[in-house]
C-alpha cells in the first residue's frame, strides 16, 4: 500500500442493507476523514478523527458511523442505505502538527436503489 | 451562509489567458487555507497551500487576505491541461477542513 486506499471502488447496494466503506493509510497520519461530494453540493464532511480512538461529527453525519481503532484504518459504515445516500465517497488522511495538507483516496462511487 | 464560498462558475478561458479565483470564509478563526485541484471523476490533490504573505509556485500565485477574509488564485498563461474544478479548502481550529463548492475552469484552444 503507498498512500491512502479506498475499498470498494464502486458498489451498487440495495437500499436497507449496511455496508462498510473501508479506508487504509500507511503514512501514520494521525487525522483521518470522510467526506461524500454530491454534484451542486461539493465535498461535505461527515464525521473525521484527530488520532486513534477518536471521532468526530462533521456537517452530515446522519445514518453513518465510523471507528477507529488503529492509526491506519477508518472505516465508514451505513447501517441501513437509502437512496439519499447515493454518491462519491472521499476519505482523507494528514498529519496535525502545522499546515499541512490532505491526501485524499480515489473515491467510493456509492449507488443506493 | 455557506462556510466557504466559490462562484461555481463556470469560467472559460482561451489558452494563454489569466484567470483568477476568489474563496470567501466566515471563521475569522480559521488557522490555515490551501487550493486543490480536481479532475472528472479523480479525488481531489493538492495544488498548493496559501501563506499569509501570499505565495507562488510557477504559473500559480495564491493570496490571503485575512482582514477581508477571502483567498485568491491567480493562473497565468492557461494551458488547456489546467482544465479542472479548483476547490478552496480552510482548516479551523478543530482539524476539520471545510471545502468551497469549488471553481470549476475550462481552457480552451
Known amino acids: 500500500i503507498a498512500g491512502i486506499t479506498q475499498a470498494p471502488t464502486s458498489q451498487i447496494l440495495a437500499a436497507g442493507r449496511r455496508m462498510t466503506l473501508r479506508c487504509t493509510q500507511d503514512m501514520r497520519h494521525n487525522a483521518m476523514y470522510w467526506y461524500r461530494q454530491d454534484l451542486g453540493l461539493g465535498l461535505r464532511l461527515i464525521h473525521y478523527?484527530?488520532?486513534?480512538?477518536?471521532?468526530g461529527k462533521g456537517e452530515v453525519p446522519d445514518g453513518y458511523s465510523v471507528s477507529r481503532a488503529n492509526t491506519d484504518d477508518f472505516p465508514l459504515t451505513l447501517a441501513s442505505a437509502v437512496p439519499s445516500q447515493t454518491s462519491v465517497y472521499f476519505c482523507?488522511?494528514?498529519?496535525?502538527?502545522?499546515?499541512?495538507?490532505?491526501?485524499f483516496g480515489q473515491g467510493t462511487r456509492l449507488t443506493v436503489v | 451562509r455557506k462556510e466557504v464560498e466559490q462562484d461555481p462558475g463556470p469560467f472559460n478561458v482561451p489558452e494563454g489567458a489569466t484567470v483568477a479565483f476568489n474563496c470567501t470564509y466566515s471563521n475569522s478563526a480559521s488557522q490555515s487555507f490551501f487550493w486543490y485541484r480536481q479532475d472528472c471523476r479523480k479525488e481531489p490533490k493538492l495544488l498548493m497551500s496559501v501563506y499569509s504573505s501570499g505565495n507562488e509556485d510557477g504559473r500559480f500565485t495564491a493570496q490571503l487576505n485575512r482582514a477581508s477574509q477571502y483567498i485568491s488564485l491567480l493562473i497565468r498563461d492557461s494551458k488547456l491541461s489546467d482544465s479542472a474544478t479548483y476547490l478552496c479548502?480552510?482548516?479551523?481550529?478543530?482539524?476539520?477542513?471545510?471545502f468551497g463548492g469549488g471553481t470549476r475552469l475550462m481552457v480552451k484552444p
Open positions: 482523507a488522511s494528514r498529519k496535525t502538527d502545522g499546515n499541512t495538507e490532505a491526501f
Open positions: 479548502v480552510v482548516k479551523n481550529a478543530g482539524n476539520m477542513l471545510t
Open positions: 478523527s484527530n488520532t486513534a480512538g477518536t471521532t
